[in-house]
C-alpha cells in the first residue's frame, strides 16, 4: 500500500472516530435530557399530590389520619394504647353559632388539647390556648365580624346554643364573658370558626347542662398513625 492509500485510510478513520464520539456525545446528552424530564414529572406529579392532599385536609378542618367519634374515657386509653397510634388528640363542642355574623360560616365552640389544634391547622399568631375558665382563643375573622380587636386581654361575650350528647343543636342558650388569650389568622377554606375554651370551662358547662336534664357532650379522638401508608386499611 503507498503513502497515499495509507493517508485515505487515516484521514477515513478520523472522521469514523469523530463521528463516533458525536453520536456517543449525543446519545449521554438524550439521556441526561431524558432523565431531567422524567424527574420533572415525577417532582410535579409529586407536588401537585401533595397540594391535593393539603387542600382537600383544609377542607375537612384538619390532617389528622382519622378520627373516632363519641369516645368515652375507657375507649380513649384502649385507643391511646394501639401499637397502630402514634399521636393522639382531643377534641370536645359544647356549643355552636349560627345566627348573624355567623349563618355563613358558623362557629363550634369546643374545647381542644394541643395535638388536634395544631392538626386543625390553629397556628397562633399571638398568646395561647385557653387554660383558665375564663379565657377563650379564636381566629382574626370571627373576632372581626363580632367587632372585638384582635389583642391580646380583649373582652369577648359569647352567645351560643349548647349542644347535646348526640351533638345536635340544642334550644337551650348560654352567655358567657371571656378574656382573650390567643388568636390566629383564619383560613378561608375551613369549614368553620373554631372558638376554643379551657377545658375546665367545658366541664363547668357539662356539669350544668347534666344536672338541667340534659346529656353530656361529646367527645372526638383524632390521631396519627404509625404509618400513613394503607390507612383505608388499618382503619
Known sequence: MNVKNRGCLWRIALRQMRAAK??????????????????????????????FQEYQFRLVGGYS?????????????????HKKIKEYGMRTVCGVMMEPPFEKKHAEISW??????????????EGRLPEAKDEIAMDTQALAKLG?????????????????????????????????????????????????VSKAYLEEVEKACIASGGEGFRSDMNVMLASSINIRGDS
Not at 381542644?112 to 399568631?125: G, H, P, V
Open 22 to 51: 458525536m453520536r456517543t456525545g449525543i446519545s449521554i446528552l438524550a439521556i441526561a435530557l431524558t432523565t431531567l424530564l422524567l424527574t420533572s414529572l415525577f417532582t410535579l406529579s409529586l407536588s401537585i399530590n401533595s397540594s
Open 65 to 81: 389520619h382519622g378520627s373516632f367519634k363519641e369516645v368515652d374515657e375507657e375507649k380513649q386509653r384502649a385507643l391511646a394504647a
Open 148 to 196: 372585638i380587636p384582635a389583642r391580646i386581654g380583649s373582652e369577648v361575650t359569647l352567645a351560643y346554643n349548647l349542644v347535646d350528647g348526640d351533638s345536635f343543636i340544642s334550644q337551650e342558650s348560654r352567655e358567657d364573658r371571656f378574656t382573650l388569650v390567643g388568636f390566629w389568622e383564619h383560613d378561608m377554606l375551613i369549614p368553620v370558626h373554631y372558638i376554643n
Open 112 to 125: 381542644m388539647d394541643e395535638n388536634c389544634a395544631k392538626w386543625s391547622y390553629i397556628s397562633l399568631q
